[in-house]
């Protein structure tokens, strides 16, 4: 196989055309539906995502919950301004963080988050200059955190996000996020209840997103850039949904880049899944052999990111390329509250 180059994966993007709030009304979004096999494009409101949607199939959804990982605190003595985010928990109340500036950051430090509602020390500094600290308050800690946290939004949006659960999905569940499965955005209560009554089935997976995720690809060469290790879990319920679904010869379509690594960490090569929950590094690129997934319902990612490899995996590097550009020269909004494609 010819060596893929990130630059494969460059599309010029107009800065304006990066989403910076969410819509009022979630489904309003824009649908780009792209045919795998042909590359034909068609454009659609997010609400016609039914019309592609056949009962009997299955549609995987993540429920992870975004916590609010950002935290602004100050380091003890010098009231020197410092960022943490929380990026995985190791037990229960020491925290893998991202801490800024890190030079203030050394093993003993100790920060003060909230006047003193929460307070944490550097142990341990760990790969790529992560932080292990451990945090003391009292009471819960959701709570303490609920209170004192922000939504970590991604970089590139600048705006305050006037609601918080805008930046959650409508069926997230369990706590441990450091960003949302955006493609999942886009769906309301209604709309689901919709695509239940025509006959489809819903099962949902669970991946908490890393900030690997936004982790840029710094080598030239895809194969040699690291993707960082994400906590998932499949229970039997879900499972057993989507093996009936692909028994009875239905399609399996994943909302969202997320739901689609779990299942392709967990299905055998059959595509036959079982209850596991772990840890998956696994990074989908073009050339990779998809075990199981038929569909994939995901939003408009970033020039050379491992996520738009994803994409192209699926639907073809020339297809997913031409889909972007005629996105940009069609005004779609891009990112986190951008619009979205159906890929099948």
């Not at 209604?190 to 669970?206: D, F, M, N, W």
Request: hydrophobic share 40%; glycine share 8%.
């Amino acid at each position: 196989m010819e060596e893929l180059k990130k630059s494969d994966f460059y599309f010029d993007l107009p800065v304006e055309l990066i989403a910076q709030d969410p819509l009022t009304d979630r489904s309003g979004s824009r649908l780009l539906k792209l045919d795998r096999v042909t590359g034909q494009i068609e454009h659609h409101t997010f609400k016609e995502v039914i019309d592609y949607l056949n009962p009997g199939d299955c549609l995987v959804l993540n429920n992870t919950r975004v916590i609010p990982a950002r935290l602004m605190g100050e380091r003890e003595g010098t009231g020197a301004a410092i960022e943490v985010l929380l990026l995985k928990r190791r037990e229960k109340d020491v925290w893998e963080t991202l801490v800024k500036p890190g030079k203030k950051a050394r093993e003993g430090t100790k920060i003060v988050f909230g006047n003193g509602l929460l307070t944490g020390e550097v142990i341990d500094v760990v790969e790529e200059g992560n932080r292990l600290i451990r945090f003391t308050y009292d009471g819960i800690f959701e709570e303490v955190l609920d209170k004192l946290g922000e939504m970590p939004l991604p970089p590139y949006i600048t705006h305050k996000l006037q609601d918080k659960n805008r930046y959650q999905t409508v069926y997230a569940k369990y706590d441990g996020s450091a960003a949302a499965p955006t493609a999942g955005l886009h769906f309301t209560k209604e709309l689901l209840e919709k695509i239940e009554e025509k006959g489809v089935k819903l099962a949902y997976v669970t991946l908490h997103v890393g900030l690997g995720t936004f982790r840029p690809v710094k080598v030239d060469n895809i194969l040699e850039h690291h993707m960082h290790s994400e906590y998932y879990e499949v229970t039997k319920e879900a499972a057993d949904i989507i093996n009936q679904a692909k028994m009875n010869g239905h399609r399996v379509i994943a909302v969202g880049t997320t739901s689609c690594r779990t299942l392709e960490s967990v299905a055998d090569e059959n595509g036959h899944m079982v209850p596991k929950s772990g840890n998956t590094e696994i990074f989908i690129y073009p050339g990779y052999r998809f075990k199981i997934l038929d569909g994939l319902i995901t939003n408009f990612h970033l020039p050379e990111s491992t996520l738009i490899m994803l994409v192209s995996a699926f639907a073809g590097k020339e297809h997913v390329m031409a889909a972007y550009e005629e996105a940009v020269s069609e005004k779609y909004r891009f990112f986190s509250f951008g619009d979205s494609m159906i890929v099948v």
